[in-house]
């Protein structure tokens, strides 16, 4: 069954994500964590096949976007899975609390064009 995004603007982009430095975690709190988490397999795969262009010109703001349009996850209790397209092909997975930091500590920026945040 599929629901409806209904967050607060929290669980899109957290109280930190924008700050220059937060911490890789293996559970994501935000959207916008889980995002510039992914794997770039994954999103070189999401930017082709939703977005038909490639990983390098796609953004986070663009996903958050589409993200927004798309309003589904599969489940409302955490870890949530929210659906970035549609047909839920493609999902990223949101907890109710931030986990542990990984080894190598930061997002990578590479998909960030935070002045469009």
Partial sequence: MAFSL??????????????GYTPKT????SVYQALVMM???????????????E????????????IRETDTCRDLRSPVEVYIDPDGWHTIRVY???????DDGEYPSQHVD????
Avoid: N, Q, Y
């Fill in 39 to 53: 794997d770039p397999t994954e999103w070189a795969a999401m930017a082709r096949e939703v977005f038909s262009c």
């Fill in 96 to 102: 109710d609390e931030v986990g542990p930091a990984t």
């Fill in 55 to 66: 990983p390098d010109h796609l953004t986070v703001e663009t996903v958050l976007d589409k």
């Fill in 6 to 19: 209904s967050f607060s603007p929290e669980f899109f982009i957290g109280p930190h994500d924008l700050e």
């Fill in 26 to 29: 293996e559970r994501p709190a």
């Fill in 114 to 117: 935070e002045k469009k945040l």
